[in-house]
């Protein structure tokens, strides 16, 4: 069974930084890009980034909103992936959710996002 | 980038009824369309991918339809556990851009 648990949220002043993280289990995580999406509170979802496997170089790539302060990493020999967010505005405020993502040789047959986490929670206040 | 638009932003109906939300790209994103289905405090759950395919396990009455820029979410009988919201989602890219969110709620 494919299982996504993100931690690592909580409550940080503007400015501030954060290490989310998600443990991925069920799947051969070293071949699957993944991707992060936020949702603020009562609003709608948004695309915040997505890494590729290794095996396809690694890269990332990022929303506007988020780009030049927020980072993801990959730790294929602990099943988990990160997302680090640098320089928080209390619009980062949302509930952050891990997901799997299909890659350039399988969005032809497989969902962009099969597989979700429960999601952390990130408050960014003063 | 490329901006999704969903409409209605909210859709009143019955159980029964047959609804369609519908969803338009700013440009052609031939059929690399996804529909989700988000209830309260959960993640979001794929029902269509490519603009028409079925995930598995998603019931049929969920079907979906179009290309190029202007989609469609049509659920052919509401059932009570369908009265919530969906996303659709396009993967053209190397993005994920998300549509503002189609309400479902009870008439």
């Known amino acids: 069974e494919v299982q996504l648990v993100e931690s690592g949220g909580g409550l940080v002043k503007p400015g501030g930084s954060l290490r989310l993280s998600c443990a991925a289990s069920g799947f051969t995580f070293s071949d699957a890009w993944m991707s992060w999406v936020r949702q603020t509170p009562g609003k709608g979802l948004e695309w915040v980034g997505r890494?590729?496997?290794?095996?396809?170089?690694?890269?990332?790539d990022f929303a506007a909103p988020v780009k030049g302060r927020f980072s993801i990493s990959r730790d294929d020999s602990k099943n988990t992936l990160y997302l680090q967010v640098n320089s928080l505005r209390t619009e980062d405020t949302a509930v952050y959710y891990c997901?799997?993502?299909?890659?350039?040789?399988?969005?032809?047959?497989?969902?962009?996002?099969?597989?979700w986490g429960q999601g952390t929670l990130v408050t960014v206040s003063s | 980038d490329i901006q999704m638009t969903q409409s209605p932003s909210t859709l009143s109906a019955s159980v029964g009824d047959r609804v369609t939300i519908t969803c338009r790209a700013s440009q052609s994103i031939s059929s690399w369309l996804a529909w989700y289905q988000q209830k309260p405090g959960k993640a979001p759950k794929v029902l269509i991918y490519k603009a028409s395919s079925l995930e598995s396990g998603v019931p049929s009455r969920f079907s979906g339809s179009g290309s190029g820029t202007e989609f469609t979410l049509t659920i052919s009988s509401l059932q009570p556990d369908d009265f919530t919201t969906y996303y659709c989602?396009?993967?053209?890219?190397?993005?994920?851009?998300f549509g503002q969110g189609t309400k479902v709620e009870i008439k």
């Open positions: 997901a799997t993502d299909c890659s350039s040789g399988s969005c032809h047959v497989d969902p962009p996002m099969s597989y």
């Open positions: 989602q396009d993967y053209s890219g190397y993005s994920r851009t």
């Open positions: 890494i590729k496997s290794q095996s396809d170089g690694g890269t990332t």
